[in-house]
């Protein structure tokens, strides 16, 4: 199984970035973690991360034309705008699951509402790395 992970815009400043929120460790290292895990699970895994709506968009249907049986996004704050990312989940039909490191319910009203969710197969949000641990084994599971 072939999956990619999507992270979007400041997500390459974790291990800066409010660490009260989002831990104290970088891209780099979940990166990491999430390769170890796909491994044990033979998925393989493409990481990319940009701080731009259009690339993200173009990496979902990259996505498309490399035949990829699933998606992991945390779109980060494009999650609660961008109907564009929404629609390109769509327009691809590869089932996604969208993935948050911190509650975003239990935050600022603004990030309770993701308007990529409904295109998704799932929504994980609290767990910060174990989500895409959690992301990569339900598609195992709801792929195979
Ligand atoms: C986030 C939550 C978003 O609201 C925020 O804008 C982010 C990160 C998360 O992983 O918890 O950048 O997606």
Known sequence: MKIVIINGPNLNFLGIREPDIYGTQTLEDIETNIQKYAETQEVS?????SNSEGEIIDRIQQAYQE?????VINPAAYTHYSYAIHDAVKAVSIPTIEVHLSAIHARESFRKESVIAPACMGQI????????????QALKENLS
């Open 45 to 49: 895994c493409t990481f990319f991360q």
């Open 125 to 136: 949000s609290g767990f910060g790395e174990t989500g895409y641990l959690l992301a990569i």
């Open 67 to 71: 035949k990829v049986d699933g998606i």
